[in-house]
């Protein structure tokens, strides 16, 4: 096992738990609540509902979506 540095929107979800005080699942429950919603309405709902900062939005709605892919 190699101990890599996370890379992509995942390398964001530390400091994102940290400064917004909720779990990544978490996030990701509110994002999918709102499907079908676009990516860009759903990082706009993260930055304007709840405060966040448009790169943080950002990395959890494109791993949601990455995630939830057919």
Excluded: Q
């Excluded at 978490?26 to 448009?54: I, S, T």
Aim: cysteine-free; aromatic content about 8%; overall charge positive.
């Amino acid at each position: 096992m190699t101990d890599e540095p996370i890379k992509g929107p995942a390398s964001y979800f530390p400091s994102i738990e940290k400064k917004y005080g909720r779990p990544i699942a978490e996030w990701k429950a509110l994002v999918r609540k709102r499907y079908p919603a676009k990516h860009m309405e759903l990082v706009a709902m993260l930055k304007d509902e709840h405060g966040m900062g448009h790169g943080h939005a950002n990395a959890i709605v494109a791993h949601t979506l990455a995630e939830d892919a057919p």
